[in-house]
């Protein structure tokens, strides 16, 4: 029987249930008698290379369950992206400490982490079992009806529009806020579950799986300013022009980029800010508000999905039983089962590892601005119990006496 | 005995809660015979000059509850600063309705129309009674221990703040984040409510009650960044030099003004990145991320205090009895009378009407750039039940291997 330390890590960018998916793994390992130690890899593979290891076993189990109600990776996390050199430092270390399972929370760059390292512990014929536990507020894996994250991070999307929009209704004039989602729309697209009645914002929903264009931007926030009087937009921060230039690296020059080699597009104002003064200058629209939902969206306290609390900690809880019950190494994925149920799978690392999904075209509606009814249906079980629900007058006017 | 109808509105920014005391004095002012209908102005005094009113007499009362849990102005609001023309057109049509009550909730601009609408009446001979209702995010009305609407931006404020701390925790650098606050910092200062343990952040909190000093703002940055390899700022929008000009005037150029006067700070990121990049080049800080908390925090769908919804309903419910029962036209005030325990008195309007609150000496640390015990004992109980908590685990560490 296989026996040694299992060690954890998170990896990416946090979101508000990755502690469920932890605690969910470090309570189940710790049921088993071969896993002679469940290890905490601090700011993730960094942690492992750098033997910056905690005892999870000697954690209270009234403190996990705390832990796990916590936004935020609570191991730490780490943008590093491991070459080769880097994930046999991984392996000499996972080594060194006996270690015979090894999982890895994190999005598609930290499953082809936990691909290499898994093909270079075979190529060294270290026998050490590999899962990657899923999580992602952009919904981005392929295999995966959602990734774990997002349903949480969707939930304080649709409650911001849903406030901004009653904002709006009561100082009328245009708002526009810019969501995170660099290749996948799906969390800007989840704006759509703030609209309860006809003319509810947001109006209009911009997203990274259709080309920018300005000038049909305009035109449509023009012909809803006109309607309504007022209009409401979700940008993604990841959109951009027909060639695939995003919007916010046309007009920023230089700009950050991280150990990906993607550019920083979180954590600055600036592309709500520009799409704000475009159309102050060119609609001559007086009251514009541009918002960047920032981190608030990924780590913000207090604002979780049940159902999403309940499957990020299933999805920790399945890796470990197929760490040690199953036959290979893999990637968690979750199925939709029913309206709404869902099963877990563990599928190749390489159908995860590196891959990127974006919206189907059946969630997109033909405008290219909007989302379609199909998804909105897929949202909406994600979302969980008790999300704010706007009520309105229903406005029985008084006649005039002045003016009639 | 003085009959007529009673007319409400709502006017300034929008706060969590508004609508509980919109939804607290129509639902008392349907008790009492003598109020011959109960009118809502849309979107403030503008609609009681175009006799836009709404019955709330029709209203049901499932509807109104479902209401008042809703975040946002439900009138509609505005931000006319009326003059002494204005509030004659208001009079007049208030009397061509058969006013005899007259109800506007808001903060100290509105309190001014309300005392002017007041006066006017008087000098007319027309026996009209007005009560200002208080609410604003800002916490910045003289007379009362607080305002309602503060509490629940607050407690976002702390949670939002609890939550980006741990985010950058486990992705260190330096965050910062702007929050709403012209004059009075108490809604910045509420990010302190975010820290439980000595590291926690926000580590520096800067108000628009003491001068911003760049120089030493960079040297408070480093100082933090150097102990605990990250850093968590919280700044008001309203932050100045020592001669009052904003620091967003400074850089900006021509800025947007409202009827009011005021600079437009909200509903742009531009304060947040300013001060990023001074933070990145000053210090060559390399990962910098920086939100603007934006209309979020006045009008986020799901995350208010029960202290503050209980007492913006009171507020609402004692404004329609002082109008009914008490001697005069006023302000409502909120007293604190234990720890905690409030009550309310009506005060004449000239002590709240343009005057504007700011934080006192007591509550604001030597430093300048964080704040004391004595207001984190002020603010604790009414961010109410239920406010999220930060766990961390107690990370006992493991023996290094390779390199110890």
């Avoid at 191991?75 to 080769?84: A, E, F, I, Q």
């Avoid at 264009?213 to 940008?235: M, N, T």
Wanted: aromatic share 8%; hydrophobic share 40%.
């Amino acid at each position: 029987m296989r026996s040694g330390k299992l060690v954890i890590a998170q990896g990416g960018g946090p979101t508000a249930v990755i502690n469920q998916s932890l605690v969910g793994a470090v309570l189940e390992a710790r049921f088993y008698r071969q896993i002679e130690g469940v290890y905490g890899a601090r700011y993730g593979v960094r942690g492992i290379v750098n033997e910056d290891f905690v005892d999870l076993s000697a954690e209270t189990r009234a403190d996990l369950e705390a832990v796990a109600a916590t936004p935020s990776s609570a191991l730490g996390s780490t943008r590093d992206k491991p070459d080769l050199d880097y994930c046999r430092n991984i392996l000499a270390s996972l080594k060194a400490h006996g270690t015979a399972w090894f999982l890895y929370i994190g999005g598609n760059d930290t499953a082809e982490t936990v691909r290499i390292v898994s093909e270079e512990a075979a190529k060294s014929g270290y026998d050490l079992r590999c899962v990657h536990v899923p999580k992602t507020i952009d919904n981005d894996l392929m295999e995966s009806d959602h990734a774990p994250g997002f349903p949480s991070a969707a939930r304080f999307v649709a409650q911001a529009f849903m406030g901004a929009d009653l904002d709006n209704r009561s100082l009328p004039g245009v708002y526009l806020a810019v969501v995170m989602g660099r290749d996948a729309g799906f969390l800007t697209a989840a704006s759509a579950a703030a609209r309860t009645v006809e003319g509810d914002g947001p109006h209009l929903i911009y997203l990274p799986e259709r080309a920018f264009d300005q000038i049909k931007f305009l035109s449509e926030v023009k012909s809803v300013h006109d309607r309504f009087g007022r209009c409401v937009i979700a940008v993604s921060e990841g959109i951009h022009d027909a060639k695939g230039v995003p919007l916010s690296v046309k007009r920023a020059g230089t700009m950050e980029k991280d150990a990906h080699g993607n550019v920083q597009l979180s954590g600055t104002g600036a592309l709500a800010d520009l799409l704000g003064q475009v159309i102050k200058s060119e609609l001559g629209i007086k009251r514009v508000r541009a918002d960047t939902f920032g981190y608030l969206q990924r780590s913000f306290a207090g604002c979780t999905s049940d159902v999403d609390r309940r499957e990020a900690r299933e999805v920790g809880e399945f890796a470990v039983k197929q760490a040690i019950w199953g036959t290979g190494n893999g990637s968690v994925a979750i199925r939709r089962t029913g309206d709404y149920a869902v099963d877990y799978a563990l599928v190749t690392l390489d159908k995860v590892a590196g891959k990127t999904k974006v919206m189907a075209d059946a969630f997109i509606a033909p405008s290219g601005s909007d989302v379609t009814p199909a998804f909105r249906d897929y949202l909406r079980p994600l979302l969980g119990l008790g999300l704010a629900q706007a009520a309105r007058l229903r406005g029985v006017a008084i006649e005039k006496v002045l003016k009639r």
